[in-house]
């Protein structure tokens, strides 16, 4: 989810009380916020908030049914998760690929930082931090490439 994410305010009281069932139901609830940690949301593939996983033993099915308190209880204890078909490997959350993928965004935001403490912190002007990201790209591309 998202703070700013309307559908994830829409659901949010729905959530809430299903986190609340999640011990009768045997099961553990949670939610993250993608601003906070961009790596899960680039290790789970997330293109639209809010988005459910189920997981179990370690396979990941997308929770994709109604996003009511009680859709989501039966999704649980009629075991209709089991009926979906689990994420394919390669895009799994464990996978080598996905952890790759979270490694994506934690450099993305890394580099934001970067470049908000050059033009915010330091002063420097937009145009300039860019192009020190164009020459220290370059230079890492002809490090790698020798």
């Not at 988005?51 to 009511?68: P, Q």
């Amino acid at each position: 989810y998202a703070p700013w994410c309307a559908a994830c305010q829409q659901i949010e009281l729905a959530w809430e009380s299903f986190a609340k069932e999640s011990e009768h139901l045997g099961i553990t609830v949670g939610k993250v916020d993608v601003t906070q940690e961009p790596g899960l949301s680039g290790r789970f593939f997330v293109t639209t908030l809010p988005t459910i996983y189920h997981a179990n033993d370690g396979v990941f099915r997308r929770y994709r049914g109604s996003r009511t308190l009680e859709d989501l209880q039966v999704y649980v204890l009629e075991r209709k998760w089991k009926a979906v078909e689990p994420v394919a490997g390669w895009r799994s959350p464990s996978s080598i690929m996905m952890h790759g993928m979270a490694g994506l965004f934690h450099l993305s935001g890394w580099i934001r930082q970067i470049h908000t403490y050059l033009t915010g912190t330091l002063g420097i002007h937009v145009w300039i931090s860019y192009a020190i990201f164009f020459l220290a790209t370059l230079l890492i591309g002809l490090f790698l490439g020798l």
